[in-house]
């Protein structure tokens, strides 16, 4: 079988790079012919993948700014459809990424090759619905680009009506498409995973202290500024502490620095190996306003041998009873939006 693998970005960095990284890495482990288009490759692949580097001239590397966060994805999908059409090695499958693949489904189509379109997120236009009165209600101007560029949204859908499937990683996303007709046979139920090797097991921490921890990007749409909330109401055993790990974007942190100050709150900035922040605590906190499935959830179940929250658990009830609502909102995780680590955790 031979594969067409489209990543409009760089194929290894954190986040959804590491997810393409890793369908790459198996599809040639698996003895698939994989040719991949792609930004930059940030991490090495196996020697079989035919790699084409959009932002690398010779040796020379790009930056994504130097044609914005539109251009860049646009120059890709042209040049991946410019490959397709002239090809002599017709792939048996394409499979794309948001933002990049609309005139590459449609070289396919004419080529009669089918396509994917990977959708690590809801519909577009849940994530405004669900955003847009956020951002509202907390002042904020500054706001992502699908909030404030209508082409944004229309390049979304366009591909996804070019595609011949869409990849959804929970039910949360697909019922998003569900709802807005699109047939349930053009659905693949998908499901991410994480990295065994890079979250290395270890002792549980033993301190009795009860320990809370959100580890994800700081915007609105995590919902951190609920977690904040919901933690300064709470009524907690002294000494509880709740750990912020990752890269907090600068006009959320003035929203959230009021919230920040209550006892127990820390930051750790971005880490670079969460499994032993995870090890260390007994709840993964997850406050999510929308969520495609987040990998957070399958690294907390590999590092620290967790399991599905026990709803009647000591600690659940003694953290979060009177603020439940405030952060056990419907996401697109496949669990609920708070999530116990086991181990040592009390029953």
């Not at 991490?43 to 914005?68: F, I, T, Y």
């Not at 979250?199 to 977690?227: C, I, N, S, W, Y």
């Not at 190996?273 to 993964?284: G, I, K, T």
Request: net charge positive; hydrophobic share 35%; aromatic share 8%.
């Amino acid at each position: 079988m031979r594969v067409l693998y489209s990543f409009p970005y760089r194929i290894g960095r954190t986040g959804v790079g590491h997810t393409a990284w890793q369908q790459v890495n198996h599809l040639a482990r698996d003895g698939v012919s994989v040719v991949l288009y792609c930004g930059k490759v940030e991490r090495d692949l196996p020697p079989s993948v035919e790699v084409h580097e959009n932002l690398v001239l010779g040796r020379l590397k790009l930056p994504m700014r130097l044609l914005g966060p539109m251009g860049t994805p646009l120059l890709h999908d042209l040049e991946v459809a410019r490959y397709l059409r002239a090809t002599g090695k017709v792939p048996d499958l394409v499979h794309g990424w948001p933002l990049g693949s609309a005139h590459t489904f449609s070289a396919a189509a004419k080529r009669r090759v089918p396509t994917v379109l990977e959708n690590c997120n809801s519909h577009i236009r849940n994530i405004v619905e669900t955003l847009q009165p956020e951002y509202d209600r907390l002042g904020l101007r500054q706001r992502p680009r699908f909030l404030r560029d209508v082409r944004w949204v229309a390049r979304h859908e366009v591909e996804y009506q070019r595609a011949d499937f869409l990849a959804c990683p929970s039910d949360f996303v697909a019922d998003t498409f569900l709802a807005r007709g699109y047939l349930e046979a053009k659905l693949l139920r998908t499901q991410y995973g994480c990295d065994d090797a890079a979250m290395v097991r270890g002792a549980q921490d033993t301190d009795p202290g009860f320990k809370a921890l959100f580890l994800g990007h700081g915007e609105p749409r995590k919902g951190l500024h609920h977690l904040l909330q919901a933690w300064g109401r709470a009524s907690l055993p002294s000494g509880s502490q709740l750990s912020i790990a990752g890269s907090i974007e600068p006009n959320y942190m003035q929203v959230i620095q009021s919230l920040a100050a209550n006892e127990g709150v820390t930051f750790e900035g971005f880490v670079t190996e969460p499994a032993r922040l995870l090890r260390q605590s007994h709840v993964l906190v997850v406050p999510s306003l929308e969520e495609g499935s987040a990998l957070v959830t399958y690294e907390a179940r590999t590092a620290a041998s967790c399991s599905p929250p026990r709803r009647r658990g000591r600690w659940v009830t003694a953290a979060f009873s009177t603020t439940s609502q405030e952060i056990s909102r419907p996401c697109g995780s496949s669990w609920s939006c708070w999530q116990l680590t086991a181990g040592s955790t009390p029953s």
